[in-house]
Nanobody, 130 residues
Framework: QVQVVESGGRLVQPGNSLTLSCTAS????????IGWFRQAPGKEREFVGI???????????SYADAVKGRFTVSGDNAQMTATLQMNNLKPEDTAVYYC????????????????????WGQGTQVTVSS
């Protein structure tokens, strides 16, 4: 069973940057998807961005429109890690951020559906406020 652990959330001022880290364990093979969802107070959980690895260790990235151009998902295929680099943070980015893992490989620009997620992290709080 795959387990996911994320870290790095904290209070930051608007316009600043923050990096979240994630490590998945218990999985095997080079073909999987790792990435991030978030949930703001009073709102439903939403897709943020993913890196989806093929068997040849090439990857496809996909992002929500709200973060495109500001957030970047990167990571190491063999180590099964991912980071979320968040730049130019806005108050509306305030949320609990969840790292996710799935054995489903995604290569379309459509947001990943939460039903395809096989493992969730416990979440890390990001607060953007002055």
């Amino acid at each position: 069973q795959v387990q996911v652990v994320e870290s790095g959330g904290r209070l930051v001022q608007p316009g600043n940057s923050l990096t979240l880290s994630c490590t998945a364990s218990g999985g095997s093979g080079s073909r999987y998807t790792i990435g991030w969802f978030r949930q703001a107070p009073g709102k439903e959980r939403e897709f943020v961005g993913i890196r989806s690895w093929s068997a040849s260790r090439t990857f496809y990235s996909s992002y929500a429109d709200a973060v495109k151009g500001r957030f970047t998902v990167s990571g190491d295929n063999a180590q099964m890690t991912a980071t979320l680099q968040m730049n130019n943070l806005k108050p509306e980015d305030t949320a609990v951020y969840y790292c996710i893992w799935s054995d489903t490989v995604i290569n379309t620009p459509q947001p990943m559906d939460a039903s395809a997620v096989k493992a969730w992290g416990q979440g890390t709080q990001v607060t953007v406020s002055s």
